[in-house]
């Protein structure tokens, strides 16, 4: 079974704080997708990275794709209340299926 | 354009209950999904689709039953509900392997 894991589970900080959340996989994938999620809808697509070693910049999120291509982070600055939410990734490994990861549970305090 | 839409959005159902929790999407996307998410988790694969009449099982596939005769629908069927089954389901739907998965708004569901 391929797995992703995402860490932290939870994160609860104060607005206006950094902060980075991660995603790991112990196989190799050809792209990888960040979705949020808030309370009573499904996930929403954010950003597809797709070579290793990518970084992309949405405002206040930046993403990275690892080199080795078996991990990739989100980093959000200035973290805002409306940041709020479950952040995903999701991977295909090469078999038709998405998968998801764990999940980090995001909580920015005003 | 509505998207992917499911029915309903919620359901109470008792032990040993069938249902069948409907989805549709106006896309035409080859590639549909149901994923069920339970508290503090992600979301785990239960069957999927690549194109009508084609189905495959994904990480949870014990106790639901799905079938693709159109494009357009994927339901899924719960044979004989369980509280183990109670949870948010999702439907999505996606053009390729590797393009945005379009989510619908969730169907909660409670086996008591």
């Known amino acids: 079974t391929q797995l992703l894991e995402q860490s932290p589970q939870f994160l609860s900080i104060q607005e206006g704080e950094n902060l980075t959340v991660y995603c790991n996989s112990s196989s190799v994938f050809s792209s990888l997708q960040w979705y949020r999620q808030e309370p009573g809808e499904g996930p929403v697509l954010l950003v597809t990275?797709?070579?290793?070693?990518e970084v992309k910049k949405l405002k206040r999120l930046t993403f990275q794709f690892g080199d080795a291509r078996k991990d990739s982070s989100l980093h959000i600055t200035a973290a805002q209340p409306g940041d709020t939410g479950l952040y995903l990734c999701a991977v295909n490994f090469g078999n038709e299926k998405l998968t998801f990861g764990t999940g980090t549970r995001l909580t920015i305090i005003p | 354009n509505a998207g992917v839409t499911q029915t309903p959005k919620f359901q109470v159902l008792k032990t040993g209950q069938s249902m069948t929790l409907q989805c549709a999407q106006d896309m035409n996307h080859e590639y549909m999904s149901w994923y069920r998410q339970d508290p503090g988790m992600g979301l785990r694969l239960i069957h999927y689709s690549v194109g009508a009449g084609i189905t495959d099982q994904g990480e949870v596939p014990n106790g639901y039953n799905v079938s693709r005769s159109t494009t357009e629908d994927f339901p899924l069927r719960l044979l004989s509900a369980a509280p183990s089954q109670t949870s948010v389901y999702f439907c999505?739907?996606?053009?390729?392997?590797?393009?945005?998965?379009?989510f619908g708004q969730g169907t909660r569901l409670t086996v008591v």
């Open positions: 999505a739907s996606r053009q390729t392997e590797n393009t945005e998965a379009f």
């Open positions: 990275v797709v070579t290793g070693g």
